[in-house]
């Protein structure tokens, strides 16, 4: 029988392509194990709504064959050429005769379903078109009643739409990446989810195991069945791709045996919610002492809106003629920064390398205020229709820079293996690659104290319950939820840091 094997484009167009329409395909032993869950208890039908290259349908056959059962199969399909690859993968003609051509989410079947599985397409909500996000904002205000967050993205309403057309009885398996759990939407989606369904297990990966190498995210299976909720759910984690183990524990119900690659946690509901489900449970079960709010207030790095045009290398700023008033030293890439300090001898050697220092940074007074140079300059930004891009048009007036003083440290929070705290010696001013961390006093004893915490391997480790993960060791931290990483109190009290809960300057 025919498997299912993605060779993904590297990047470039080919790769835009993909992602655009959200197709990436779900590998066997990802797609063997999910099957199995839903055709449990003698089930003989099962849905897909975006079947896409057949991998669910592929492992349906395989399923059947192993447990002499005849599966029928249904399911829905935006794009036709991705069923012409399922064809060539071997799903018969009589099931893709039973695969619509449609949308699942706007235009759904109407019929209830037992048994759904799906990879839905991961499309962010910057790629939704304005009427599409309407049209998703009244189904999540209906359901839920309220609508969702405006950023969750369209596999979110997949899972949505499939609950609401799930049969009593019902049982759904949907791969998702994790900010389905983690990101801003969650908290009222899966307050909604847990109290009117049950969740029986959340599936999750370590960095080896992931399930789609080389791509960007941090997938999660996520079991539900249409019964009423409970108390508990279990927490896989798995270790190991390629291997058969998730399938056995998926059809040994979730019961404790040892696996070689697995992890089973059965957790109480009210906690997975708490410490975000797709994270590893809270292991004291209450919240910790001191997080960094207590200590410091973040906020993101500067916006500019058109890096092109307002951050400039030195050279650049020296023969436009721009005066010092109207620079200020700054960062743009954390990869610009390596290690964990940022000093005079950083800001020369990017220099050195032709990497741009300098932020223009005009106030807010009228064009014809500002020296001659600078109304110049801003003259021929205007020229090229940069004060209608989206961000700068919202500016009033447009080239009015946003300011920030200069943090102590700041934190580079979306990277590979680079997510890090860093020392800001320099005083530079980071723009959006960075967070600010400005410490509640600015002393300097209290400042490198906080800072010595804050270099402490658990203090990095403790980024994950915050954090939003992606692909590998990538990690995404917003500002809110920086402030509530927590810290580790030993340090605190040996160094005698006290937490402010108001910053004071
Ligand atoms: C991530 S792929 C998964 C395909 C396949 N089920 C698998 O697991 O390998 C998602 C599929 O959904 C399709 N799709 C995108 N938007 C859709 C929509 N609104 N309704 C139905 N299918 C859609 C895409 O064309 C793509 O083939």
Not at 72 to 96: C, Y
Not at 191 to 212: G, H, K, S
Not at 264 to 288: C, D, K, Q, Y
């Amino acid at each position: 029988m025919k498997r299912t094997h993605q060779k993904l484009p590297a990047n470039g167009a080919e790769r835009e392509a993909l992602r655009q329409k959200g197709q990436f395909w779900t590998p066997d032993w990802i797609a063997d194990a999910m099957v199995s869950y839903v055709l449990q208890q003698d089930e003989q039908f099962l849905f897909d709504p975006a079947v896409g290259a057949g991998a669910f349908f592929l492992a349906a056959y395989r399923f059947g064959v192993a447990a002499g059962r005849t599966i029928s199969l249904a399911g829905m399909e935006i794009d036709p050429d991705a069923l012409g690859e399922a064809r060539q993968n071997g799903i018969s003609e009589a099931d893709l005769s039973k695969v619509e051509i449609r949308d699942f989410v706007l235009n759904p079947p109407q019929r209830r379903l037992s048994a759904i599985v799906a990879n839905p397409p991961y499309i962010r909500h910057h790629r939704l078109a304005a009427e599409t996000k309407a049209a998703l904002r009244l189904l999540s205000a209906r359901l839920i009643g309220s609508p969702l967050d405006g950023r969750a993205g369209l596999h979110i309403y997949f899972l949505l739409r499939a609950l609401e057309l799930l049969d009593e009885g019902g049982r759904l398996a949907f791969i998702m990446p994790a900010d389905t759990c983690e990101g801003v939407a969650a908290p009222k989606l899966w307050r909604w989810i847990t109290r009117n369904y049950c969740l029986e297990a959340m599936v999750t990966f370590t960095a080896e195991a992931t399930p789609f190498p080389g791509v960007d995210t941090n997938p999660i299976i996520v079991l539900i069945q249409n019964r009423p909720p409970e108390q508990y759910f279990f927490g896989v984690r798995c270790a190991e791709a390629n291997s058969d183990e998730l399938l056995s524990c998926i059809q040994a119900n979730f019961a404790e045996r040892s696996y070689r690659s697995l992890t089973i946690h059965r957790r109480e509901l009210v906690e997975g919610l708490e410490t975000g489900l797709s994270r590893e449970p809270a292991t004291n079960g209450h919240r910790p002492t001191f997080v960094l709010g207590d200590f410091a207030s973040v906020l993101r790095g500067i916006a500019t809106g058109a890096n092109e045009y307002f951050f400039l290398t030195t050279r650049r700023a020296h023969e436009l003629n721009i005066p010092g008033e109207f620079l200020r030293p700054a960062v743009g890439r954390t990869r610009d920064v390596e290690g964990d300090e940022i000093n005079i001898e950083t800001l020369r050697k990017l220099e050195r390398q032709g990497r741009p220092t300098s932020l223009f940074s005009p106030d807010g007074r009228a064009m014809n205020q500002f020296p001659g140079a600078v109304q110049h300059y801003l003259q021929q930004i205007e020229s090229q229709g940069v004060p209608q891009r989206a961000l700068i048009a919202s500016r009033n007036p447009w080239y009015k820079m946003e300011t920030r003083e200069a943090p102590p440290i700041l934190f580079a929070y979306l990277g590979r293996r680079s997510v890090r705290f860093i020392r800001n010696r320099a005083g530079v001013v980071p723009l959006t690659g960075f967070l600010c961390v400005y410490p509640h006093r600015q002393d300097t004893a209290y400042i490198e104290k906080l800072w010595q915490v804050l270099q402490h391997p658990q203090t990095l480790v403790n980024l994950t319950s915050v954090g939003k993960s992606y692909g590998g060791d990538a990690i995404k931290v917003e500002p809110r939820a920086l402030e509530k990483l927590p810290l580790p109190s030993d340090m605190i009290h040996e160094l005698g840091l006290t937490p402010i809960t108001r910053r004071l300057i």
